[in-house]
């Protein structure tokens, strides 16, 4: 730290030099990302609601009263009629509540002390997060040839232990839906906590079914499940971060409390204690200002955008490794590696895209700041390397 005060341009100037080397959404460059450029109208309550602290809610009532309002509305969106839950850091943080609810629930009332977790191995890293932290053991279940959860390796797999069933609604590498119907009743006539991990797919598939595709059931219609996860800085185009989690009932809540005495409220189940309330807001603010139109028919155009790519990819020779179920394409060269290929992609024009390990592929993912100008011009480039 400097000794005296340095004069606040010469300090943006500096931060404005070190930006630069910051990627921009706007550029079109960025194909490998779940997020994407926040919406304008998001940034600006953001700015509003910056000093507000959800850690301490009986300082901020009326922030607090718009997380418990957006918590209701994505819980109806998800057809859950009472929802409970909060929004948090993203995915990771909310997955990781998930599984600390599974386990202290099975913990409290099963009494299972060395639990257990299955899950598939198309799964998010934020679960072997959360088993680390919560000495779970994971037990992987096998995939079936289109790279989905197979069913009947979840039966195998259940022993006295498993504390939580987990599934996917848009897996991060293929944005692949699992059988969640199946493993919901798999995980209903068990009495095994089941959580669906839908930060990709919970702000697409809702909107894209009232816009007329045909998805299968993955939310709360579904009794077997009992806490989904949705991210809103991705698809709801919220600023970063605004994660989501949402429980069927409050005493999964209830299980992960701890005493909070110095705060306004007696208990906190939240990871985070400290929690920015400027996301939340936003996600509030966006989901009024489009409405489910307004984001049918934002879905809409990124799955036109990905029918695109796909059939473009065909026609130069590019293999597609499956149908896309949500607006992400992963492909491969016939004969160069898609490590090999990721990097003459960025050579020759800056493009940054990710490599799926599950399988491996190029991975493309269909964000709101990827235009059709974008993609053929990423196609030209893709000619000249095939």
């Known amino acids: 730290m400097n000794d005296l005060p340095i004069d606040k341009d010469e300090i943006l100037n500096e931060l404005d030099l070190i930006q630069q080397n910051d990627l921009k959404y706007s550029d079109g460059r960025i194909l490998g990302s779940m997020c994407t450029?926040?919406?304008?109208?998001?940034?600006?309550?953001?700015?509003?609601?910056?000093?507000?602290?959800?850690g301490d809610p009986g300082l901020f009532k009326g922030t607090k009263s718009i997380e418990d309002k957006t918590v209701q509305i994505i819980g109806k969106l998800l057809n859950l009629d009472k929802a409970y839950g909060n929004i948090v850091t993203g995915g990771?943080?909310?997955?990781?509540?998930?599984?600390?609810?599974?386990?202290?629930?099975?913990?409290?009332?099963?009494?299972?002390?060395?639990?257990?977790?299955?899950l598939p191995?198309?799964?998010?890293?934020?679960?072997?997060?959360?088993?680390?932290?919560?000495?779970?053991?994971?037990?992987?279940?096998?995939?079936?040839?289109?790279?989905?959860?197979?069913?009947e390796s979840i039966m195998d797999k259940i022993t006295d232990n498993t504390v939580a069933i987990v599934a996917i609604a848009g897996t991060t590498e293929l944005g692949l839906i699992d059988p969640i119907e199946e493993i919901s009743k798999i995980a209903h006539e068990n009495n095994i906590y089941f959580h669906v991990d839908a930060a990709f797919g919970g702000f697409s598939i809702p909107f894209l079914k009232e816009a007329g595709h045909d998805y299968p059931e993955f939310d709360f219609k579904l009794p077997g499940v009992c806490s989904i996860t949705v991210d809103p800085h991705k698809m709801g185009l919220a600023p970063i971060p605004a994660g989501g989690i949402i429980f069927r009932k409050k005493e999964y809540l209830k299980v992960?409390?701890?005493?909070?005495?110095?705060?306004?409220?007696?208990?906190?189940?939240?990871?985070?204690?400290?929690?920015?309330?400027?996301?939340?807001?936003?996600?509030?603010?966006?989901?009024?200002?489009?409405?489910?139109?307004?984001?049918?028919?934002?879905?809409?155009?990124?799955?036109?955008?990905?029918?695109?790519?796909?059939?473009?990819?065909?026609?130069?020779g590019y293999n597609v490794i499956v149908e896309p179920e949500l607006n992400i394409i992963a492909f491969n060269h016939p004969t160069k590696s898609p490590e090999k290929l990721s990097e003459e992609l960025e050579k020759i024009n800056g493009w940054k895209v990710s490599v799926a390990n599950c399988p491996k592929a190029i991975r493309i993912v269909l964000m709101n700041h990827v235009t059709k100008t974008h993609l053929k011009e990423f196609l030209d480039d893709l000619k000249k390397l095939y």
């Open 256 to 316: 992960m409390a701890v005493d909070s005495p110095y705060l306004t409220v007696k208990t906190q189940s939240t990871i985070v204690g400290t929690r920015l309330g400027a996301s939340t807001a936003a996600t509030y603010g966006l989901l009024k200002y489009f409405g489910r139109k307004g984001y049918s028919k934002l879905a809409g155009r990124l799955m036109d955008n990905t029918y695109f790519l796909k059939e473009s990819l065909e026609k130069i």
């Open 121 to 151: 191995r198309s799964a998010h890293f934020s679960f072997k997060k959360a088993a680390d932290m919560m000495n779970l053991k994971i037990i992987e279940a096998d995939l079936d040839e289109n790279y989905k959860i197979d069913v």
């Open 92 to 118: 990771t943080e909310a997955n990781i509540m998930a599984i600390r609810a599974a386990r202290n629930h099975a913990r409290k009332y099963k009494n299972i002390k060395n639990g257990e977790i299955i």
């Open 37 to 54: 450029e926040a919406h304008p109208f998001g940034k600006e309550i953001y700015i509003k609601f910056l000093d507000s602290n959800l």
